[in-house]
């Protein structure tokens, strides 16, 4: 991506302090989602071209930091990184960065190399045996070398752990495989990792003879655990120590700088390493990315519970940014000057107070460069409010638990659970539930969770697709967001509706026309299972339970018999799969959007059957087949390939009176044929249209299907399904979105289709008998929960946000505090639901970000329904639509408009939807209200001791806040630039 013009400016003010400043430690602060990733690219980019041109580098290597593997896979991209660099699990650890580094240096290579690596997701140093990939890495060296060459049964033992691991053998093969390789294409690898492990032994004698002795054992695996643990990770310490030694980066970036406790303080973890090796090196050059570097404003309950104050941290960075003393005396004789003449902020005159400001901003800007939006209008906070009223429900989930906490003597039931979720003791797995259970094992009497209706979910119930109250208000308020209240049928949709639809209908997608996905935050993980699980529940009940409700002898039932698999009829299959995937050149060719734009698909479908029929008319004067009621998907097949050119093979023998009718339908929106418009190639557009299989195979899907199209062939109502839905502009608006071609476009698009995963409850049944627990399917709402760093998991996550990315289900994502922070949730999300408000107001902005961001899907609505996105187009119509919205309106902005902003007076028909459902008669609002006066004023306090004494100065003196800003301290370089 071109950096837009306030990223550039950025972008040079930084490669300026690197070059002429001689500062090699330097802050990119720009506020949540103005695509501090981008500048860092363009840094790269710039600071390489330098050390190539005047420092004759051959070979320029930068290490990109990041906290996790979904951000690091998220940005991949956006840095620049090749495919073939981009992180995986099994290769992410430090210990095991040697291999990478020789298979680079042994090949050939781009002059610009990035190095990413995940520290904070890895492993602490201090304990644990790491990966079975990085032990078997280990193993294939560690085995060559010395007398433990002589013991490699054992050695092999001892490094597999667990005589379990099915697939030890196959990872041992594949390291083995790779080591070899390495050392073909640069033979030192081996012979300079022998060395290293020699010298590292040499200055641990010791470990070497515990290892050996370990190995001489009769059966390691008898060993005691701690002690073979304990010895791996003494190697895994010294593996990662050889790596660092490796390493000679020209650039290190640390992304979500926040998250990394050791940097400047270092600890005995791997980040804590890098920090020691690379980060207080002044001679490395270091970019760190952060829009909340430190804490900017701590609560006074932070405050009492002990945590580490804003004015340390702020100070804190600084000093490690001002690693010069001269620079770090001078910035701190200036902040404290500037810090004092601020807390006598009642003097009249501003003039000594902006000069000491200026002074304090100056030498910020030395090392710390920020940029943030130019206003807030695109945020709508009409719902963040009070609901109507607590239900029934809610009042007896905590009446009931409190009665039993009573009986059992086991204090007060936790408040704040009762409002997070409903039924829970079928998805709370905190202490308070182990109490609660082990009392009553002890008790023996259950009659109180057994009679309860609020407690536990029944599986009974669930089976019959009966309606499951709510007996919660938030969840409520949820259902109503995202099933429109049950007016509109959206649990009908596979996909949202195009922001920009090629033509008019009149159907369950113009219905929800300006639909959008429903991001919720919440502080306990119990929640975002339970949303995902009922959620989908009830898009179930409402189309499986309408069909139950429909036709009583079929009904079916949720759960599959016991040790049965639940059954599933897959409809679409041979000759019908090929039909729906099948990607028509003549059909792709004969419908062009733009010539029909804003008709009625009822008048563009007339009009392509009429064409349609005259040309089968005229094949039928070359080709003997005859027309009947009805020909078969076969049958169909082969007009196609007649249509298309293709050389008559006879098997055409009918056509269907009704084929031109849905040939036509195939024009407008065929899966097939709609990629091949976008791609341009066969093979990937029949790739591409293969996921509308899966996605039309699953249960959820046939029922809405059903629902709406209770007769005709199954593949022919799928077909009459796309092109009710728009999917054209659909699948175009995506396209523009992911900015992508060829095949990487293919396989972006093919991820965006995420199957069905299953969330484990308890029930009653369970509960009551001890039996399994069941799983709730999750497909039309998703956790993002699971912290466990494993390759499943991982995937699992980054299949997640790929999908909630898409216009494709899931409608719903529910997440805790690990998607606050890096990752993009924006492309077709404006609703964002705090089910939980965060303790610090810094936190309300962060969650925020992540769908407040570079054409997010709120902009792209208003830019849409606006006088830019009117008829006619003389082209593809996203890209005309920004065009025309920049000409317009980016005149005396920087390109933060329209791409991230919207001026005050845009006549906007969409806005970013901050949801705050708040219980009445409870302190949510006073909170809520708390955090907004401090996210109003918090940049003013900025690095300032003593905050809350100043907010209630300034808030009792009733300053005019556009007087205030005016002490704003102001790092952007483009304002700055603007200003001279």
Not at 245 to 263: A, I, N, T
Not at 629 to 655: H, Y
Not at 850 to 860: E, G, M, T, V
Not at 917 to 929: G, L, R, T, V
């Amino acid at each position: 991506m071109i950096p837009k013009d306030f990223q550039e400016a950025t972008a040079e003010r930084i490669f300026e302090i690197f070059r002429d400043e001689g500062q090699n430690h330097i802050l990119l602060a720009d506020e949540v989602g103005l695509g501090k990733t981008i500048i860092a690219s363009d840094v790269i980019s710039k600071v390489a071209q330098w050390h190539r041109i005047e420092k004759n580098d051959d070979f320029f290597k930068v290490i990109y930091i990041c906290s996790n593997i979904n951000i690091a896979s998220q940005n991949c991209r956006k840095l620049g990184i090749a495919a073939e660099d981009c992180l995986h699990v099994s290769d992410s650890r430090l210990s095991m960065q040697h291999l990478r580094i020789y298979q680079t240096d042994g090949s050939d290579h781009n002059y610009e190399q990035l190095i990413p690596m995940t520290p904070a997701t890895s492993f602490s140093m201090t304990g644990g045996q790491g990966i079975q990939e990085e032990r078997a890495l280990i193993f294939v060296l560690l085995r060559r070398f010395r007398d433990l060459s002589h013991v490699r049964k054992h050695l092999n033992q001892l490094l597999q752990m667990d005589p379990k691991l099915r697939r030890w053998d196959e990872i041992v093969n594949i390291y083995e495989m790779q080591v070899t390789e390495c050392n073909r294409a640069n033979p030192v690898y081996l012979s300079d990792m022998l060395d290293a492990l020699e010298a590292a032994f040499k200055e641990n004698e010791a470990l070497y003879d515990d290892i050996l002795g370990l190995c001489h054992a009769r059966n390691v695996f008898s060993i005691p655990y701690r002690e073979r643990s304990d010895a791996i990770n003494k190697l895994r310490r010294i593996f990662a120590q050889i790596s660092l030694d490796k390493l000679d980066p020209d650039l290190v970036v640390m992304d979500e700088f926040q998250r990394f406790k050791g940097l400047i303080a270092p600890q005995d973890t791997e980040s804590g390493m890098l920090s020691q090796k690379f980060l207080h090196d002044s001679s490395v050059k270091v970019l760190l990315l952060s829009a909340t570097p430190y804490k900017p404003y701590t609560t006074l309950e932070e405050l009492a519970l002990g945590e580490e104050g804003h004015y340390k941290e702020f100070m804190d960075v600084m000093d490690f940014l001002l690693y010069d003393p001269s620079c770090r005396s001078r910035f701190h004789h200036v902040w404290s000057d500037y810090s004092h003449r601020l807390s006598e902020l009642k003097t009249d005159d501003f003039t000594a107070l902006i000069a000491s400001k200026n002074d304090a901003e100056g030498a910020m800007y030395q090392c710390v460069c920020r940029t943030e939006r130019l206003t807030d209008s695109l945020i709508d906070r009409s719902k963040a409010c009070e609901m109507e009223s607590v239900s029934d429900g809610d009042i007896s989930s905590y009446l009931e638990l409190q009665a039993l906490m009573d009986r059992l003597g086991l204090g007060r039931f936790p408040i704040d659970y009762v409002k997070s979720a409903p039924y829970l003791m079928s998805f709370m797995n905190y202490k308070v539930k182990d109490q609660i259970c082990r009392s009553l094992e002890e008790d023996g009497d259950y009659k109180d969770t057994l009679s309860s209706q609020t407690m536990l979910l029944r599986r009974s119930r669930i089976n019959r697709y009966e309606k499951i109250p709510c007996n919660n208000a938030r969840l409520q308020l949820l259902f109503d967001e995202a099933f429109g209240q049950g007016r509109n049928g959206a649990e009908l949709m596979l996909w949202i509706p195009a922001d920009r639809p090629y033509y008019k209908t009149d159907n369950v997608f113009s219905r929800n026309a300006g639909y959008s996905k429903t991001l919720v935050f919440s502080s306990w993980e119990m929640v975002p299972r339970m949303i995902a699980g009922l959620t989908s529940y009830e898009a179930e009940r409402l189309t499986i339970g309408r069909i139950n409700n429909r036709d009583e002898a079929g009904k079916k039932r949720y759960f599959a018999e016991e040790s049965k698999r639940r059954a599933v009829s897959r409809r679409l299959r041979d000759e019908t799969e090929e039909v729906v995937t099948y990607p028509s050149r003549y059909l792709a060719e004969l419908y062009q959007p733009l010539s029909y734009i804003d008709q009625s698909i009822r008048t563009i479908h007339t009009a392509l059957e009429k064409q349609i029929e005259a040309r089968i008319k005229d094949l039928s004067k070359h080709f003997l087949f005859s027309y009947k009621e009805t020909g078969g998907a076969g049958q169909l097949l082969e007009l196609l390939r007649l249509l298309d050119g293709e050389p008559d093979t006879g098997k055409l023998e009918v056509v269907s009176r009704s084929a031109a009718s849905l040939l036509a339908d195939m024009a407008i929106g065929g899966p097939g044929v709609c990629a091949l418009r976008i791609l341009g190639n066969a093979d990937l557009a029949a790739a591409v249209a293969g996921n509308f299989i899966s996605l039309f195979s699953r249960p959820e899907a046939m029922a809405a299907m059903d629902v709406l199209y209770p007769s005709g062939d199954y593949y022919e109502n799928v077909i009459k399904y796309c092109a009710a839905g728009n999917l054209q502009a659909v699948l175009d608006e995506y396209v523009f979105t992911l900015n992508l071609s060829g095949k990487e476009l293919a396989d972006a698009v093919s991820a965006a289709f995420i199957t069905t995963a299953t969330t484990q409850i308890e029930t009653r049944e369970s509960f009551q008998y001890g039996s399994k627990k069941s799983g709730l399917r999750t497909h039309f709402a998703v956790g993002y929960y699971d912290a466990r760093i494993s390759e499943k998991s991982v995937q699992r996550t980054e299949n997640i946000r790929a999908a909630f990315n898409s216009p494709f289900r899931p409608f719903v994502l529910a997440t805790t505090s690990i998607g606050q922070e890096g990752l993009d949730f924006h492309t077709y999300c404006r609703e964002i639901m705090h089910w939980n408000l965060p303790a610090n107001p810094i936190d309300l902005e962060q969650r925020e970000g992540r769908i407040n961001r570079y054409l997010c899907h709120a902009i792209r609505q208003n830019l849409a329904e606006s006088e830019y996105g009117n008829a006619p187009f003389s082209g593809p119509v996203w890209p005309e639509i920004l065009q025309r919205a920049v000409a317009k309106l980016k005149p005396g902005h920087s390109d933060l408009i329209p791409f991230w902003c919207l001026p005050d007076d845009f006549p906007f028909t969409r806005k970013i939807e901050r949801i705050v459902p708040m219980y009445p008669y409870s302190q949510d609002h006073e909170k809520y209200n708390r955090l907004l006066e401090v996210l109003s004023l918090y940049r003013l306090t900025l690095g300032q001791p003593r905050q809350e004494e100043l907010l209630d100065t300034i808030k009792k003196s009733n300053w005019d806040l556009s007087q205030l800003k005016r002490l704003y301290i102001n790092l952007s370089p483009y304002t700055r630039l603007s200003k001279l």
